[in-house]
């Protein structure tokens, strides 16, 4: 139980990625708040983290607003007076090729998937400061590694989560605090259905198609899972990784190794 008494918010905690990362905080100990622009979904896992003996609390919020993301913290705060551990998790994904890419969407996938992590971050580091310790780890991805012909803004946006991780990391490593970033392949989950859609129709194939290239890209031979990707979260909210800061961590079945 390495986060026995500890507090972590998940944005995002509603399913998928985001869901998974909850339930593994929750079997190390944390309290958990879910964060999650779905309210039923949210209040779906907070019930299983409950289920396993962690107390848990549901917030409706849209992290692209800053009062959603004050009244998250506040919501952690007033029910479990601290805040250790701040996931940013919530992200979407939109396919086109560059030319195609409008105003909107770009818009869309940069707020949430960017902006989102720093204002985030930025609503718990006070708190974090003040007490000398924290960790916040967010979900980059592989594709802020590679370059793309599908889906540039979507890069574009794991790019700046890697790079915001970063900064934050050096700002505030003398107070205390940790931040880090994992970097996933192909996860079977909603948003990867999303995905093949969206790829196999700018590419002008089926969803079959891509799902057979992409595993065959992938080294270790199989489709990753969202508890491939929670786990590595855990250890980097734990103790366990006391000494690793700054850091882009790759979780992607060899895909990416660098």
């Not at 800053?66 to 601290?82: C, I, N, Q, S």
């Not at 370059?147 to 205390?176: C, E, M």
Request: with cysteine; net charge negative.
């Amino acid at each position: 139980m390495e986060l026995e008494g500890q507090a972590a918010i998940v944005t995002g905690a509603g399913r998928g990625i985001g869901r998974a990362i909850a339930l593994e905080l929750a079997s190390m100990g944390a309290d958990i708040v879910v964060a999650e622009f779905d309210r039923e979904r949210g209040e779906q896992t907070a019930e299983e983290v409950r289920a396993l003996g962690r107390r848990a609390g549901a917030i409706q919020t849209d992290v692209t607003r800053r009062a959603d993301l004050d009244a998250m913290v506040g919501r952690t705060l007033e029910d479990f007076g601290r805040v250790d551990i701040l996931v940013n998790n919530a992200g979407i994904y939109r396919a086109a090729p560059p030319l195609e890419i409008s105003e909107e969407d770009w818009d869309a996938v940069i707020d949430i998937n960017a902006k989102a992590v720093f204002f985030a971050s930025q609503a718990v580091l006070p708190h974090m400061v003040r007490a000398g310790r924290g960790n916040i780890i967010s979900l980059a991805s592989m594709a802020g590694k590679l370059g793309t012909t599908t889906s540039l803004v979507y890069a574009a946006s794991k790019s700046a989560v890697i790079s915001i991780t970063r900064s934050l990391a050096l700002s505030f490593a003398a107070d205390g605090i940790r931040a880090n970033c994992v970097c996933p392949g192909f996860v079977q989950t909603d948003m990867w259905t999303q995905v093949e859609q969206g790829v196999s129709r700018v590419l002008g194939t089926t969803p079959e198609e891509i799902n057979r290239q992409r595993l065959a890209q992938v080294p270790l031979g199989r489709w990753e899972q969202p508890e491939d990707v929670a786990r590595v979260v855990g250890f980097l909210a734990s103790d366990k990784s006391a000494y690793i800061t700054g850091e882009a961590v790759n979780v992607s079945g060899g895909l990416v190794m660098h």
